[in-house]
């Protein structure tokens, strides 16, 4: 998955997230002015609840996906799949497993730093050809006049 992707979905993700909370914040005005009973409403909150967390889930799966997916093509460590594992999480929503919060963090830094440092390098490249660029044409002035 490539950063725009990602970008997209979470974004799209994020979108669905506060048009839900609006569409459940409507229902329960609605709600509180026809005077509806109090069971209604409370699961009218435990419906808003539930789609919320859903679409929590939903970003926290895409974050650890995106974030495994760079590792892996950064050829960087991603702690090894184990059930009983505190670094994995298992989805009380999907079932599905995704790295937990700490992990995360400690992933997206190893990330960061590795980009970072190929960055750096492709820049030091950058000038050093850039370099050679210039003197050469500095040469062909000098040799052409």
């Not at 709600?31 to 789609?51: C, G, S, T, Y």
């Not at 799966?61 to 997916?69: G, I, V």
């Amino acid at each position: 998955m490539n950063q725009i992707s990602y970008r997209l979905k979470l974004r799209k993700l994020h979108r669905a997230r506060s048009k839900t909370i609006e569409i459940y914040k409507c229902l329960h005005d609605k709600a509180k002015k026809e005077n509806k009973p109090r069971d209604e409403v409370e699961n009218l909150i435990h419906d808003e609840m539930f789609e919320i967390d859903v679409i929590d889930d939903e970003i926290e799966t895409l974050e650890s996906r995106y974030l495994t997916e760079s590792a892996r093509q950064l050829v960087l460590p991603i702690p090894e799949f184990r059930k009983d594992s505190d670094q994995w999480i298992e989805s009380r929503i999907t079932g599905r497993f995704r790295l937990s919060k700490s992990v995360m963090l400690d992933v997206r830094s190893l990330v960061r730093k590795e980009r970072k440092e190929r960055r750096e390098g492709m820049i030091l490249w950058l000038a050093a050809l850039t370099g050679i660029i210039g003197a050469l044409s500095g040469l062909l002035a000098v040799w052409k006049s």
